[in-house]
């Protein structure tokens, strides 16, 4: 039986993220006992997902599916440069 995902969790996620898009511009966000991907920008932090505040589990799945993405895309760019 898997654990709880902890805050620790999702903080290394965002991590992971961070290194993927070089950057360090996502940060978790917690409010109303639910939590949320955040993004730093000129004006303040915008909620990156646009599904509001959501249980750790939640944000944990879609974390790990837009990282997945975004080796699927960094892979695909890579395919498509050995080609030319």
């Not at 996620?13 to 949320?36: C, F, M, P, Q, V």
């Not at 599904?51 to 498509?80: C, D, M, N, W």
Request: charged share 25%; proline share 1%.
């Amino acid at each position: 039986m898997k654990q709880q995902t902890t805050i620790k969790d999702l903080e290394s996620k965002i991590k992971e993220l961070n290194r993927w898009t070089e950057s360090d511009l996502y940060i978790l966000g917690g409010a109303y006992g639910g939590y949320r991907l955040e993004k730093q920008v000129k004006h303040g932090i915008i909620d990156v997902l646009k599904i509001g505040y959501v249980p750790k589990k939640e944000l944990y799945s879609h974390l790990f599916t837009l990282i997945e993405g975004i080796i699927i895309g960094i892979r695909q760019q890579i395919a498509e440069e050995l080609q030319q």
